[in-house]
Structures are given as structure tokens and as C-alpha cells.
């Protein structure tokens, strides 16, 4: 089960209400914080997920790697932020981690914080498609995969 990430939803809430978009739809997770400014739902299932990921024109998500995976599958560009352990959104900071491995991709824009979301989202409309995600293992990997498991033989 995922922790909350009010920090991201307020964020998000707070630039949608002063910026007057009515466009934004939120998936809040288990949390007791309500948006004022944004059409949102707890959790939706994998069908419905998909589904509003195909409807969007931009995500801004948590920077887990399943978020950027949904992103670039579907060709949509995305804004992640990294989960906070020491903030308690996360039990450990595998998220700053993979946005250091996915920040020099195409289409992936990363916010560190806050004020630096807001900066993003200002800039929605410069956030390009990432590039589509191959339904195939490329072939450094299957060689890489290879090299490891005959190296463990």
C-alpha cells in the first residue's frame, strides 16, 4: 500500500485553483486530505487507470518507475516527483534514485520539490512525448541479462 503524497496533490491543487484550470484529475491515494480545486478520486483500478492515462494530454505523477513506464508506453509526457522518505511518503528514497536514472530522457521532466513543480507545471505546454516504450527487451539488456546469469552459473 502506498503512502500518502499530499505534498504533490496540494501542490498540484493549489496551481490548478490560482492558474483557474478545470481540466485536472487527481488519483489521491489513501489520505484524508480532500482537493478543493480538482476533480480526484482515492484509487481507481487498473482499467480506469489506463484509461484516463490514455485520455490525458500530460501526467504529473510520484516518480515511481510504473508511473514513467504508464508515461512512456502511452507516449504521454510526464512530470515526476520523488517520494520523500525522511518526509514519511515513502520507506526509503528508491525514488530519487530512479528519477537520477530517467531525468535525461525525452518527455520525463523532473521536480525535486515543491516550488520547482510549480515551475514545471508554468511550463506544461514545453514538455515533450517520451519516446514509446519498445514491447521488446533491447538487445543490451537481453546481452546484459546474459552476461549476469551466466556469470552467477
Request: aromatic share 6%; glycine share 6%; proline share 5%.
Amino acid at each position: 500500500m502506498q503512502m500518502p503524497f499530499d505534498r504533490l496533490c496540494k501542490t498540484v491543487d493549489a496551481w490548478g485553483g490560482e492558474r483557474g484550470r478545470k481540466d485536472i484529475f487527481m488519483q489521491i491515494g489513501s489520505t484524508s486530505w480532500r482537493p478543493s480545486n480538482c476533480d480526484y478520486v482515492q484509487l481507481l483500478d487498473p482499467e480506469q487507470y489506463a484509461k484516463r492515462i490514455k485520455e490525458s494530454e500530460i501526467l504529473v505523477m510520484h516518480a515511481g518507475t510504473g508511473s514513467i513506464l504508464a508515461a512512456m508506453k502511452y507516449e504521454k509526457p510526464i512530470i515526476v516527483m520523488p517520494r520523500v522518505a525522511r518526509l514519511r511518503e515513502t520507506r526509503n528514497d528508491h525514488q530519487l534514485a530512479t528519477v537520477r536514472r530517467f531525468k535525461e530522457l525525452s518527455g520525463i521532466t523532473v521536480a525535486f520539490d515543491e516550488d520547482d513543480l510549480v515551475k514545471k507545471l508554468d511550463t506544461l505546454h514545453t514538455v515533450a512525448k517520451p519516446e514509446a516504450l519498445s514491447p521488446s527487451a533491447s538487445k543490451e539488456l537481453i546481452t546484459a541479462l546474459r552476461t549476469f546469469i551466466h556469470a552467477a552459473g
